[in-house]
Structure formats: structure tokens, C-alpha cells
């Protein structure tokens, strides 16, 4: 839930009178994404979201997530799309943050995915990887795996009061992984976030992909694991392999897996465990007073972590090995 | 920014199909309203708000607000109409919580009212005041004057800690409070709580009146004296008379204050300051462990019942005594 600046209604009209957008109706601080600020805007034209970005975003990257969702846009794909200003500007300032006004897209994201989710899931993010192939732009992912030893270091120490030995066992997978970590495999634009909350459905078809904040450059099959992590395990923590099954076969109808990008599926699954786990551990252990946002539960990375230290190969995951 | 209870996609869409209100199409936790969880719903017909009634709000006063919101919405008022399913209900269950769907309201509320506002705002509680004469229901004002000294029980003893003495001056205040509280005003259903965040404004009209959830039958003056405090101070803690003036004199336009209750707003005015410094007050003690709700200041509301204690009459507050 997240929204850390206030926008007065003087101050939003003033802003909104730079597009072609119609009267301002009404706007609603809403509780979604938890890095920026986003409104529900109502205009005479329709809704927008209005993103506010805070600090957390670097305002340097800007353009590319913009930059990108425009491109997805115009390759089909259901994504929210930048409304520009009469300027031709996609970037403003509101209430002192770098701003944006995007597209709204209609549908709900789903709590508890079903098989018939993954599959359509798989299929989504293929044609996401297939679509930004020729976006021009490159951003490099902050959070790979030259990232997660700083994150480690801030952890360090103080993790173990989660669970007992919980920074020992990360520090073992943080230089196994360091030294196994893949290279060569397929590049290209990921969405590296792409969380069941980030992905809406509308009667029985995947309605639109949202929140590129994390898009990046990176190895296409981590985008696959990151999704194997978040859509196909249970609450109860097992792995489901028929939705793994499901979410790898959606894929492979648009974009075929290499043998290689295959056979290091199981590492970019422990690697993209590992990078939830971290992140999830440093907000847990450094949640500011009065913080507004929840954090979320570390050791559920911890514990898809193991799942996959123990897998052997892509079979696990419901693939033919 | 309250979202409390998450709500699943297929469980609001089951919860819908009870209403002819079209398709969901999408919806937003908002962070509106700080006792209960509001979604911002759209659907094939439009824009609604979806509440789910949490612990705070008594469910045996739910027909009593939602009666209230039909009665004067009938009566022309522009605030949101309980939207009453196939079967007449206005009153459903979601996720476990009392629910209700009411029409959206356009329009923004006002961060820094100015006089012309307040003066708006004035004749609109006045025209609540009238419109709520003949509603049939009676709910007694659980924050009224009995209702102040078991929450002062609740923060004696720690209010202290945040301003030396605090205690002991709000004691003082309530005993003179109870000794002195006026009876026999005109009484009728007030707001109770028309805070600038609880009224929309669109172009150069009040649009609409929301929140109905601390609406009672009590002293109408004392709903003026809610606003006094609410509308008419600056930020830097000062009263604004000409603020005053303008509220007072919108709100006689359309129903004349009685001699009687003129001379009652001083005191009504130090009650409503000590009832909101009350609530903060205990709020502010017992903010939960990752609360998602920030405490307001109680203190703010210490500095307003200072300046009623130094009011002689009503033309402190602009209108002539």
C-alpha cells in the first residue's frame, strides 16, 4: 500500500492542464505498487494512472521504463501505455516528484493463480521477451547477481535473528552462485518483478501486464524463473509442478527454452530465490518507524530457496529433462 | 490510507453478481477513510465504492448510516447512495466483513480550503441539518460529552509524555465540559466529522459529502463547531475569522443559528477540540506494531481548545455577537 506524497487538487489540475486529457473528476490515492505514489485519476476522458516517483527510483532510469512500456504498447502487448503532454513530453513533475500519467487497464489481479493463470502467464512474459527484443535501450539489472552480495553485507549479522544460522547458509549460496552463474545464455528486456500483483485478468484472458519497474537487460530465463518462484508455489510452501508445467509450456508456445537455458533453470531459480530473499531480509531488518508499508516474509524466499538446492534438473519444474 | 481486508477477484465477483451494476471490470484498494477498507470499483456502468465495515465500526449502526445516506441522497443532498442488490439489500458480507456499495461521487477534496470554500461548506451543513430533520432513525453521538471522560481515562497517566501537564489541563476541561455542557439546543442528525478530507469540490461547486460513519443525532450547533475547528485554522495554528465569518454566514443562508445556540459555540467549539484531541490522543498511545495507519497529532487539537478557552462570544469567530 503506498502513497507517500500528498498531491493537492490545485496542483494536479495544474499539471493535467499540459495534456489532452480532458477535465480532472476526481483522483484516489491507491494501494498499489510499493516504491511510488499512484493515483486512480478520473477524467471527462476516461482513467489514468497517475505514478509519482519516489525515492527509490532512480529518476535516471526513467526513461527507459517509459520509454519501454511505450514500445510494448506498440508491439500489442496489453501494458500500461505513457499519455504525453501537448509537448511531447512523457515525464513531468508533481509535488516536487519526477511524474507520469499512463494509460489505466482494466482487470484484477489474481490471488490465488490457477494452473490455467501460469499457462497464460507463460505465454505473457514470452511475448514480452519476443517484444522487447528490439527496444533500442539497456538498463542493467541492479539486482543480479553482482548485486546481492552489498545486500548480503547489509543483512549480515543481524539476519540470523530471523532464524539461526539463516546468514551462514545465505553466505554459502552467495558464493556458490557466484561462481556457477550463468553466462552466454539468450539476453534481452525482462520485466524481473513479474509477481501474480503485477499481471491482470479479465474473464478468461490475461488483460495487461503492469509495473516495469524493475525492467531491465538481463538473461531472458531468469525472467522465467523469477515467475516459477512467484505463480507456481502453494501457501503451504510445496511446489506445484503441474503449474510449473503449465507456465513453461505457455512459454515455450511463443518463445522455444534452449537445452541450455534449460539446463540452468535450477540456478536461475536458486539465484532468483536468493534475490527475493536478500531484498526481503534488508527491508525486514531496516523497516523505518512509522513505516506505511508491510514488509514482506523473508524466510518464504528461504524456503523456495531449498526447494530448488534440491532440484536436479528442469524435470522438477515439470519440463521433459 | 486504510486497506485493511484484501478482497479476491472472484469473491467480489460473486459478491456483484447479486447487483445490476454490470461487469467488474477492475478495482483499487484507495486509501481513504482511516476506520474501515475502501475499493475504488469499476465496473461495465461505471465507478463505485465498494466498504468493508472493520472492527471499529458497531455492524448493529450499519442500517443506521446506510439509511441515512439513502434518505439524503432522496433528499437531493449529493453524497454516495447505497446501491441495494436484486433482493433490496443494501447490507452484504465480503471476506467476512459487513460490505456495502455505494455510487462514486466526483470530485476532489481541498488540502488548503479558502474562505470562499468555507463558505460552501457552511451552506452545505446546513442543508444536511434540514434534509436530516424528518429521517426517522436515531443513533445517540457515542463521542459526545459522556463518551470524552472514559477515553481521558485511557491516556491519563501517559498523555504527559508528549506535552508536560497535558493531563492535567484536559482534565480541568472536561470537568468544566460536563459541568457547563449545554442542553436543549435544536438537535438533529449531524455529520460529526466533516473534515475538508470528507467534502468534494469540483470546478466552482461543493460536489458531494462523504463518510458517514460517525453521523449520529445530536446538538446541530455542535456539528458547526466540528467545522469551526476543522475548516478555520491556518497552519501555522491561528484561527482565520474571516473563514469563520464565511462558514457561519453560509451555513445562516440557508438555516438561521438561534441566539441560543450563538452563544453556545464557544463552549461547543472547546467540546468538539477536546473530542478530537481525545481520540488522538488515545490513538496516538496505542498505535498497533506496524500500524498502516499514521496517528494524526493530538496536540493540534490542544492548540484549537486553547484559543476556544480564550473566546469571549460567537464574534471571535466573525459572526456579530
Chains 1, 2 share one sequence.
Not at 177 to 192: M, Y
Not at 263 to 272: E, K, Q
Request: charged residues 20%; hydrophobic residues 45%; proline residues 5%.
Amino acid at each position: 500500500m503506498a502513497v507517500y506524497t500528498d498531491v493537492s487538487a490545485e496542483e494536479l489540475t495544474a499539471f493535467l492542464a499540459r495534456y489532452e486529457i480532458g477535465e480532472l473528476l476526481s483522483y484516489k490515492g491507491i494501494a498499489e505498487g510499493v516504491e511510488n505514489s499512484n493515483y486512480l485519476v478520473h477524467t471527462s476522458r476516461g482513467a489514468y494512472i497517475l505514478t509519482l516517483y519516489e525515492k527509490r527510483v532512480d529518476s535516471d532510469d526513467l526513461p527507459f521504463f517509459l520509454g519501454l512500456m511505450e514500445h510494448l504498447a506498440a508491439q500489442g502487448l496489453n501494458c500500461p501505455q505513457p499519455v504525453k503532454d501537448r509537448n511531447g513530453e512523457a515525464l513531468g513533475l508533481v509535488a516536487g516528484r519526477p511524474a507520469a500519467i499512463v494509460t489505466f487497464l482494466d482487470g484484477m489481479w489474481i490471488r490465488r493463480p490457477s494452473v490455467w493463470h501460469c499457462a497464460a502467464l507463460g505465454e505473457a512474459l514470452a511475448k514480452l521477451h519476443l517484444s522487447g527484443l528490439d527496444f533500442p535501450m539497456r538498463r542493467a539489472n541492479a539486482l543480479s547477481v553482482q548485486g546481492w552480495r552489498p545486500l548480503y553485507q547489509r543483512a549480515e549479522g543481524r539476519g540470523d535473528s530471523l532464524r539461526p544460522g539463516l546468514c551462514g547458509k545465505i553466505g554459502e549460496e552467495l558464493a556458490r552462485l557466484e561462481a556457477d552463474w550463468p553466462s552466454g545464455l539468450p539476453q534481452g528486456v525482462i520485466h524481473a518483478d513479474l509477481f501474480p500483483d503485477n499481471v491482470f485478468f479479465l474473464g478468461n484472458r490475461l488483460s495487461g501486464i503492469i509495473d516495469f519497474y524493475f525492467a531491465c537487460t538481463d538473461t531472458l530465463a531468469y525472467d522465467v524463473a523469477v515467475c516459477l518462484n512467484a505463480w507456481c508455489f502453494e501457501s503451504d510452501h510445496s511446489f506445484n509442478v503441474t503449474k510449473g508445467r503449465a507456465l513453461l509450456q505457455g512459454y515455450a508456445k511463443v518463445r522455444a527454452l534452449s537445452a541450455a537455458e534449460q539446463a540452468a533453470l535450477p540456478i536461475l531459480s536458486r539465484g532468483a530465490a536468493l534475490r527475493f530473499l536478500l531484498t526481503r531480509l534488508v527491508d525486514w531488518l531496516n523497516v523505518p518507524p512509522g513505516a506505511l508499508v508491510k514488509p514482506k516474509d523473508p524466510l518464504e524466499y528461504y524456503r523456495k530457496l531449498r526447494f530448488h538446492q534440491s532440484v536436479g534438473d528442469v524435470g522438477a519444474y515439470g519440463l521433459a529433462a
